[in-house]
């Protein structure tokens, strides 16, 4: 079936360095691929999303990559801060609208 | 961008019972809503998407006869989970789509349910 693989599940980098998410999907129909920022007891909140037709796309210090033909997609976050500390998802949308999500990766900023 | 809320934010009820989580968009109409489930340090496990107007359809071994959806209008489907048991205990989220906004899925801030 449709799968998401996202790595790595936990990633703990120093204040001010830049922080790279990995996400590669199965479902060669998927067209849309938002990711998400979840803070603890709070749901998901997106943060920057990216559609088949574009291969890369900023806003600010974050940043995502996408690769149709190797199907994978990353999240880059520029000059980090203790405050981008949180539990990030990514995640695909195909034909069928269904979101797959990926396992997540919790993300350390150390001050 | 558009606002999804749920009610309650948290919920401690004793086994047996029941329990209705609501899940409102409050600034644009959403045919479809979706819900989650979360267990702690884990990803989001689609439970069911609810279709205004008609049955919700639900993922494979999720008991529909337990997790009762309701989306009665454009802004507002509910979850009823039935004859709670602590196993059922966890973060509940709900989702709606924006039609307006290409279909974006905005995500409401989750219901926390504990079952003693």
């Known amino acids: 079936g449709e799968n998401v693989e996202q790595h790595p599940s936990t990633l703990s980098v120093q204040e001010g360095d830049s922080a790279v998410i990995k996400c590669t999907y199965s479902?060669?129909?998927?067209?849309?691929f938002p990711w998400y920022k979840q803070e603890l007891g709070k749901g998901p909140q997106l943060i920057i999303d990216?559609?088949?037709?574009?291969g890369e796309k900023k806003d600010q210090r974050i940043a995502v990559t996408l690769n149709k033909t190797a199907k994978h997609f990353s999240l880059h976050i520029t000059e980090t801060q203790p405050e981008d500390s949180a539990v990030y998802f990514c995640?695909?949308?195909?034909?069928?609208?269904?979101?797959?999500f990926g396992a997540g990766t919790r993300l350390f900023v150390k001050a | 961008g558009a606002v999804v809320s749920q009610h309650p934010s948290r919920v401690i009820c004793k086994s047996g019972t029941s329990v209705k989580i609501e899940c409102r968009s409050l600034?644009?109409?959403?045919?479809?809503m979706f819900w989650y489930r979360q267990f702690p340090k884990q990803s989001l496990m689609l439970m069911a998407t609810s279709n205004e107007g008609s049955k919700a359809t639900y993922e494979q071994g999720v008991e529909k006869d337990k997790f009762l959806i309701n989306h009665a209008s454009l802004t507002l489907s509910t979850l009823t989970v039935t004859s709670a048991h602590p196993e059922d205990s966890s973060f509940y989220i709900c989702?709606?789509?924006?039609?307006?906004?290409?279909?974006?899925?905005?995500f409401g801030p989750g219901t926390r349910l504990t079952v003693l």
């Open positions: 995640a695909a949308i195909g034909g069928g609208f269904k979101t797959i």
């Open positions: 989702s709606a789509r924006d039609p307006a906004a290409n279909n974006e899925q905005f």
């Open positions: 600034d644009f109409q959403a045919t479809t």
């Open positions: 990216i559609r088949s037709n574009v």
């Open positions: 479902d060669s129909a998927s067209n849309y």
